[in-house]
């Protein structure tokens, strides 16, 4: 990065126009797949800055370099998900927050992509690497739950 954060910001951002804002779009389970509608910020979409920043609201939210690092995972999980299935990536149906998400993740739990579950598309709400080991067994604890209440996707 060389200390340009505007110029690298700029590279992440090439990144998550070309796999998310232009086509082809991608695909998963006959839906595309869609930034979020966050609020933009600096003319950058919001749902960029949920895929390289951290934080439970948005005025608190702080770039995190570990983010910066996996900005082409998303598309490439979902790929992945949407192809061979070759069980890399495992996935659910969340709906413990109230509403109805898919989660699919790495089978080591290592990486999250978070999907709200739209009619007709699914918005990408966030995705992030699983850095402490208390989140990765909740996701795997989320998963074998859902396996056994028939929401877990293969």
């Known amino acids: 990065?060389?200390?340009?954060?505007?110029?690298?910001?700029?590279?992440?951002?090439?990144?998550?126009?070309?796999?998310?804002?232009t086509d082809p779009w991608a695909m998963l389970l006959g839906k595309r797949v869609v930034p979020a509608m966050y609020p933009r910020l600096d003319d950058f979409h919001g749902c960029f800055w949920?895929?390289?920043?951290?934080?439970?609201?948005?005025?608190?939210?702080?770039?995190?370099?570990?983010?910066?690092e996996c900005i082409e995972w998303p598309r490439a999980i979902i790929e992945c998900f949407a192809g061979a299935g070759?069980?890399?990536?495992?996935?659910?149906?969340d709906q413990s927050?109230?509403?109805s998400r898919l989660v699919l993740t790495l089978s080591?739990?290592?990486?999250?992509?978070?999907?709200?579950a739209g009619r007709a598309v699914w918005p990408l709400l966030a995705a992030y690497p699983v850095e402490r080991d208390r989140r990765r067994l909740k996701l795997e604890n989320e998963y074998e739950a859902a396996k056994i209440a028939g929401a877990a996707l293969q």
Do not use: K
């Open 50 to 68: 949920h895929l390289i920043q951290e934080g439970s609201s948005e005025e608190t939210r702080i770039p995190e370099p570990g983010r910066y």
């Open 86 to 93: 070759s069980g890399e990536v495992v996935a659910w149906h």
């Open 97 to 99: 927050r109230g509403d």
């Open 108 to 116: 080591d739990f290592s990486y999250a992509v978070i999907l709200a």
């Open 1 to 21: 990065m060389d200390g340009d954060w505007a110029q690298y910001r700029n590279e992440l951002y090439a990144c998550f126009t070309r796999d998310f804002l």
